[in-house]
């Protein structure tokens, strides 16, 4: 398997990578080995077209920042808004917390696995230029700059009065050295990565926006993959990125003497003219790129933006409640993310017969409190169906069987059917002692998904986060619960299977009910 970045070689982001891959194979016994190619493997596309690679399954695994990858995952923009963040424990709150997790799930819908808690670290972003220095917003007025393949970067940067190109990493150096683009933007370690000093005189300080590397993989490709190697990846991704955060932090923070004495000459930008010009984007239905986009990703990208800007200005505000603990942040960008999180889309199939799961949740409903108000007619009910059930299987199966005696594993097949026949006329001539062993056999169920459900949640409480130690807590409940069912044995076995079917059916019933409603109201607005 392959994975690609746009970084040179031997940048915190390759080296970490390759570690990252080397320790998961290593934890697998080589079950997965993944080779790591700088520079995306010197492909003519660039990001781009790693980017589609990913999508299609022609590549495994990609690290890309979210301004390129909203051309698939449009809410990724939310990662580069501009003075979103003031500093990386900002930054990582939010993408390691709400922010990161809707990443996520709006990813799944896109056939990408973006693995949790596993965004490398590039840095805040400032202005280089051959011609003049940036002092302030309007010195922006006319400049070519050279901008990622995202439309987001070109919106902001025309904004301001610039003349934004898109040019792919790969071309970046010549694009400067041709004079095709005056100045670029991109963190201090990019600048000397990729030797811009040779081509680039002054340095603006700007931190306008904050981007980073998110570590995705094919969504195919990933659900194949053994859960004790999902594992292995996603703890490991959750070490080495902690790694190379604290290693191109400590770059970027260390080059500004290094590239002065290459020639570079820094100021820091005024950036308060900034937010203004940003605040007045224009719509981004007038974007080719933006034609695929509905209005609620749309609304996520303009709202992210405008927030962020407005958040900016009541500074003071939001320090004082930070300062006593009631707003955050990232929480307070996700007040915005949350109110424009697109609609369900429903299958066509449902919103034409939603009726037919609203009846079906309705006799659900019905019959689980039925089945709660006489137990013990549902526990023997509950027998007596499973009787038949096996009954049924275990004289077609041995009729089968028979008829193709010759075929292999004869004798297995026979003495499963037999078996099951046995267990179908217990069933039935017996429920009440039926009742009694459906009744064991759901308490040992309950006791061991306690245990798995511990287990996991044990096992991954680094990708789970906080969510983690509700999973934990469901697995201790399920023990108690069985611990229940086996001291009420065996005069509870002929109210307990039917309280818990009961349960069962009332739940299933509400949630059909809930779901034919949805749909209903999304027929009636489609």
């Known amino acids: 398997m392959r994975q690609f970045h746009n970084q040179s070689p031997g940048t915190p982001l390759d080296r970490r990578l390759k570690e990252m891959w080397a320790a998961v194979e290593q934890e697998t016994g080589g079950r997965i080995r993944v080779r790591t190619f700088a520079g995306n493997d010197n492909i003519p596309g660039g990001d781009p077209e790693a980017r589609d690679m990913l999508v299609s399954g022609a590549l495994e695994f990609y690290t890309l920042m979210g301004g390129i990858l909203d051309e698939v995952v449009p809410i990724a923009d939310i990662q580069g808004m501009p003075f979103a963040f003031k500093n990386n424990a900002q930054v990582y709150a939010a993408l390691d917390g709400d922010i990161g997790a809707l990443l996520h799930q709006e990813a799944l819908t896109k056939g990408i696995y973006a693995v949790p808690r596993a965004c490398f670290e590039n840095g805040f972003r400032h202005i280089t230029a051959s011609t003049h220095p940036i002092r302030n917003a309007g010195d922006l007025s006319g400049m070519k700059i050279r901008v990622p393949a995202s439309e987001m970067f070109a919106d902001c940067f025309r904004s301001l009065g610039a003349q934004p190109v898109s040019i792919n990493t790969n071309r970046l150096y010549d694009a400067l050295k041709s004079g095709m683009a005056e100045g670029q933007e991109n963190p201090l370690a990019i600048v000397d990565g990729f030797k811009l000093y040779e081509v680039q005189r002054y340095v603006s300080l700007t931190a306008h926006m904050w981007s980073g590397y998110n570590l995705l993989a094919n969504l195919a490709v990933w659900r194949r993959l053994p859960a004790d190697v999902q594992d292995a990846i996603q703890r490991n991704a959750v070490k080495y990125v902690r790694l190379q955060r604290a290693d191109n932090m400590a770059l970027n923070a260390s080059l500004q003497d290094g590239l002065a004495k290459r020639g570079m000459i820094f100021n820091t930008a005024d950036t308060s003219g900034f937010r203004a010009p940003l605040a007045d984007l224009p719509p981004l239905e007038g974007t080719p790129r933006n034609k695929g986009l509905d209005d609620a990703g749309r609304s996520r990208r303009q709202t992210g933006l405008i927030f962020a800007l407005r958040r900016d200005e009541a500074g003071t505000r939001n320090a004082s409640e930070r300062s006593h603990g009631t707003l955050s942040h990232a929480e307070a960008f996700m007040v915005d993310i949350r109110h424009t999180t697109p609609a369900p889309i429903w299958p066509e199939s449902l919103k034409d017969h939603w009726t037919l799961f609203l009846v079906e949740g309705a006799v659900l409903v019905v019959l689980g409190l039925a089945a709660m108000l006489v137990p013990v007619v549902a526990s023997l009910a509950v027998a007596l169906f499973l009787g038949w059930l096996f009954l049924i299987g275990g004289i077609v199966g041995a009729v089968t069987t028979m008829m193709h005696w010759r ?61 983690w130690a509700w999973l934990f807590l469901n697995g201790v409940i399920d023990i108690v619960l069985a611990s229940i069912v086996v001291a009420l044995l065996p005069a509870g076995a002929l109210w307990v299977l039917g309280i818990f079917v009961g349960i069962d059916f009332v739940f299933g019933g509400v949630s059909l009910i809930a779901m034919s409603l949805e749909a209903r109201h999304a027929a009636r607005n489609a």
Do not use: D
């Open 407 to 467: 075929a292999p594993a004869f004798w297995w097949s026979l003495l499963s059917s037999i078996v099951t026949l046995i267990a179908g006329l217990l069933l039935v001539g017996w429920p009440v002692g039926g009742a009694v062993s459906l009744t064991l056999v759901l308490a040992v169920y309950l006791f061991a998904e306690g245990i798995a459900s511990m287990m996991f949640a044990f096992r991954h409480r680094a990708p789970l986060a906080s969510r």
